[in-house]
């Protein structure tokens, strides 16, 4: 599905942003020094800076309560043997963990072509200084890309035809924005700096933002005339809107709502979703779904002993080795 694939692009984007946000040539601030004026430093400390006002799909991730987490503790040596070569690469070139630096990273993005977002990504937590001395290094051009530094905003080519650009400056010692899509340049990026937190005007917004915890550990917002909503047509009835928070505090726990056109859309998906996952029950420690009025609600609560069961028994059904170390 589209909304997956953005999630993970979106995570991807922010690893690879820390490598190259900055000044570079043009100082160390963003925007020959107009990025930390007073206006974008207040703005940056809004939980929804600089995200476009038709967002169509947004994201919260708080990495502090990731590697805080049992879960993280758990699975951190298995996550690291994936990364691990281009995550010593770059702390060899920049000097620094970007996992344990990063904070937060918000995302608001619409999908316009395919699977191709273009939207504002916010990162907090980057050394700015650390990462414009090594953003030149060789580590970060294998793909023969050639990144481009003018008076401190950095773009990024896409990489090949129908892959987006992105551009991305500084606006602060450590938050990096940076935008991406088929028209990022440096004047759109300049524009959703100016913009201040343009998604606290909107009012279809604000009602949806009411029901997530923006301090858990992840929250997503998607409005129902999302291109991600696409893959479902061939369903009885397309959601309206998808709200949804998640913490890692001690396990998993999730809850969210589906909003449908009406309370009997609900309840029929709610249904036919109670028979799916019944089976689902002996292996967690709540899983309920229910119809409240338009709305279809969902909750989920695993501890991390069922996830990593969950987890073994899913690396033997694709005859890996998921579950070792």
Not at 97 to 107: A, N, V
Not at 161 to 179: E, I, K, N, Q
Request: aromatic share 6%; glycine share 12%; with cysteine.
């Amino acid at each position: 599905m589209q909304l997956a694939r953005v999630t993970v692009l979106a995570l991807g984007l922010a690893a690879s942003g820390a490598c190259f946000h900055g000044g570079g040539g043009g100082g160390r601030t963003g925007l020959e020094n107009t990025a930390e004026k007073a206006r974008y430093a207040a703005s940056a400390a809004d939980a929804l800076a600089f995200l476009p006002a038709d967002s169509e799909f947004v994201l919260g991730l708080d990495m502090r309560q990731v590697v805080a987490s049992p879960l993280w503790k758990q699975f951190e040596q298995r996550l690291m043997q994936r990364v691990g070569k281009p995550l010593q690469e770059f702390k060899a070139a920049c000097g620094y963990d970007p996992i344990l630096t990063l904070r937060t990273m918000t995302i608001g993005v619409k999908v316009v072509r395919g699977d191709d977002p273009e939207g504002v990504f916010v990162v907090r937590g980057p050394d700015r200084d650390k990462t414009l001395g090594c953003m030149r290094s060789p580590v970060f051009a294998k793909d023969g890309r050639t990144i481009t530094v003018d008076r401190g905003v950095v773009t990024i080519p896409g990489k090949g035809a129908g892959d987006s650009p992105t551009v991305m400056t500084f606006v602060d010692a450590s938050t990096a924005v940076f935008m991406t899509g088929p028209q990022a340049t440096r004047a759109q990026l300049e524009a959703a700096l100016a913009s201040g937190a343009p998604l606290r005007k909107s009012r279809a917004f604000s009602e949806l933002w009411s029901g997530v915890d923006p301090k858990q550990t992840l929250w997503i917002v998607v409005n129902g005339s999302s291109k991600m909503f696409d893959p479902l047509a061939s369903l009885a009835a397309r959601p309206k809107s998808v709200v949804g928070s998640l913490s890692l505090a001690n396990g998993l726990s999730a809850s969210g709502r589906v909003r449908f056109d009406s309370a009997d859309q609900a309840t029929q998906y709610a249904s036919m979703l109670q028979g799916q996952l019944g089976m689902a029950k002996p292996m967690v420690e709540e899983v309920d779904v229910a119809a409240d009025g338009p709305d279809l609600t969902l909750r989920l609560a695993m501890t991390v002993s069922q996830i990593e069961s969950i987890v073994a028994m899913m690396g033997g059904m694709l005859g890996g080795g998921a579950g070792g170390p």
